[in-house]
């Protein structure tokens, strides 16, 4: 990721692309392996997420989810491979880290909650389907 400035750049000159003014730019989030800058603009608020080349899944994968109708998970708008970037609209300022935080106790302490929170998640997609995708591993209470 030694080209973080370089991504920002290609991110904003996308969004400016897109009649998007950019208004500010913020570090959201560095764990670490990815660099998460949020950027808000005047069309409302658009994360650019880096990674290493070796985990670049994270676009594929969501697409991939999205085409088996799972509907709560961001939507990638651009991606860059040669920076390994890809920039998503918000969808939400709550993070799942902090959705599913000891302080954030709706969730945490309701698992209940949890599991109906998360069979609308998957609401649609095909349970064979997600089986044999390897995308399941606790199956879907009813």
């Known amino acids: 990721m030694n080209n ?9 000159d996308y969004l400016r692309s897109r009649h998007c ?5 913020e570090k959201a ?3 670490a392996h990815s660099i998460v ?5 005047s069309q409302g608020i658009f994360y650019l997420k880096q990674t290493p080349p070796a985990l670049f899944r994270e676009p594929d994968t969501i697409a991939l989810l999205q085409t088996h109708g799972c509907q709560q998970i961001p939507v990638v708008i651009a991606k860059n491979d040669y920076y390994h970037s890809f920039l998503t609209a918000s969808c939400g300022d709550i993070s799942l880290r902090e959705l599913f935080s000891n302080s954030n106790r709706s ?3 309701h698992p209940k909650r949890y599991f109906r929170y998360r069979n609308q998640a998957l609401q649609g997609v095909d349970i064979r389907e997600r089986k044999r995708q390897k995308l399941v591993s606790i199956p879907l209470l009813r």
């Open 107 to 109: 969730y945490s302490n």
């Open 37 to 41: 800058t949020k950027i808000t603009t």
């Open 4 to 12: 973080d400035n370089a991504a920002i750049q290609w991110a904003t």
């Open 21 to 25: 003014k950019v208004i500010a730019l």
């Open 29 to 31: 989030a560095e764990p």
